[in-house]
């Protein structure tokens, strides 16, 4: 009997095309998508989220990340997105919102998850980072950025001065207020008609001043019942301030500096009128415009026996959405973006600031001292979180504007700071 095996071959060409297509069917719908809400930046910054996703799909392709840019009302969106139960599975959050969703009817605490997964390192991360995001012993997020502040000098004025830099006084435990003050004075230099040709020094955030001569703004950043601005160590901090601007004429604050150097803080140290000023260290390489290398060091400490060297954070840390329906997921997601790996992503990535112990970098060549990183995050502070954070905020900056411009004494600010804000705050139940 003669065969005819291609009589066969249609059905088993159909029979192959059916099992393919159930494969595909089947590899698509293996594939989870989870939603990620998050601030969007500048353009550099965009391209750096969307680079460190793009490395976690690679390392995880059974997961598809949808990015949704927020540009603007970053807070309300995510309330409302709450409220209508379509919150995105991930969540960045700003330190400043943490106390407004600290609340395990709308995050995760991810400490029960974080001790199922050693891989991520946890205690790589500064202390003080950490404790922002946790509230009521519950971890509600992650800290993926750090952000702190950093004082910026410029080493050719230190040189002109004959001066040591800051840098070598930190090495040896002697960056000290007194030393600040001294270095200020004879950095400022006025031509002989009275105009600042060097202004010695900006000063941007009163409460790290505070901070460094351990003292405190409130009893608690996060549930405040009273403020302690006239606590003596705090009172001394806007003391100092106040004689460094009005008894040396050696440094302003820093939205005062066009008046008296005819430029921003920025622009006036990158034309060298400016011998130390601060932010954040994103901002750094705005600093960099200027002909000379670049050194950085934290806030100097304060005269108390609990002085200490002080940054200020300006954190970011990722959160699970309760309403996620793929915990599991979403999980992977968190723990990568915040772990290890991406930390090392993100240190080479301008402007971004993980919060752990590496180091950054896209710091321009000028910058001397990179490697100081680890020991800013070490030194970080926390400002008020407060659900009121911008009315107790508004109180005290516009007492202490005043003592800035030499209207009052800082002993009637400060006091005038407690009385405002803990009336405030005893209407106000934290």
Not at 180 to 198: C, H, I, N, Q, W
Request: hydrophobic share 45%; glycine share 4%; charged share 20%.
């Amino acid at each position: 009997m003669t065969s005819f095996p291609w009589k066969y071959r249609p059905i088993t060409v159909i029979c192959l095309f059916v099992i393919l297509s159930l494969c595909t069917v089947t590899g698509a719908s293996a594939q989870r998508t989870i939603e990620y809400i998050y601030l969007a930046g500048l353009e550099v910054s965009e391209q750096a989220q969307a680079a460190t996703v793009a490395a976690f799909e690679a390392a995880n392709p059974d997961i598809r990340v949808e990015r949704i840019r927020v540009q603007s009302n970053y807070l309300d969106r995510l309330i409302a997105l709450i409220a209508s139960g379509t919150a995105p599975d991930v969540i960045d959050l700003d330190m400043t919102y943490i106390m407004s969703f600290a609340d395990e009817r709308f995050l995760y605490d991810l400490a029960p998850l974080v001790q199922q997964t050693p891989s991520i390192q946890l205690n790589r991360i500064a202390p003080p980072i950490l404790e922002v995001f946790t509230v009521d012993g519950k971890l509600f997020a992650i800290p993926s950025l750090a952000n702190p502040s950093v004082y910026v000098f410029n080493t050719d004025l230190f040189e002109h001065a004959g001066l040591s830099y800051p840098t070598e006084l930190y090495r040896r435990d002697a960056w000290t207020w007194d030393a600040f003050r001294d270095m200020a004075r004879k950095l400022t230099r006025k031509s002989p008609d009275g105009r600042y040709e060097v202004k010695g020094a900006s000063i941007h955030l009163p409460r790290t001043w505070v901070f460094a001569n351990g003292g405190a703004e409130f009893d608690d950043v996060k549930r405040p019942t009273r403020s302690l601005y006239d606590s003596e160590l705090s009172l001394q901090a806007i003391q100092f301030l106040h004689s460094l601007m009005w008894e040396d004429d050696a440094a302003a604050i820093f939205n005062a500096l066009s008046a008296q150097i005819g430029a921003s803080d920025t622009a006036g140290f990158a034309q060298g009128k400016l011998g130390m000023a601060t932010r954040w260290i994103s901002v750094v390489p705005d600093f960099c415009r200027v002909a000379s290398n670049v050194g950085m060091v934290p806030y100097p400490k304060g005269p108390s026996p609990q002085g200490h060297y002080t940054t200020d954070l300006g954190a970011m840390g990722t959160a699970i959405s309760k309403q996620t329906r793929d915990l599991e997921s979403a999980w992977r997601f968190v723990s990568y973006m915040t772990g290890p790996t991406a930390a090392t992503l993100i240190a080479k990535q301008p402007g971004r600031t993980p919060p752990r112990p590496i180091l950054i970098t896209w710091l321009p060549d000028s910058i001397i001292n990179p490697e100081i990183y680890p020991d800013l995050l070490i030194s970080a502070t926390s400002r008020l979180l407060s659900v009121n954070l911008l009315d107790l905020y508004g109180v005290v900056d516009s007492e202490l504007a005043a003592v800035w411009r030499n209207e009052t004494e800082p002993k009637t600010a400060v006091t005038e700071i407690v009385r405002r804000t803990d009336a405030f705050l005893k209407k106000n139940l934290q």
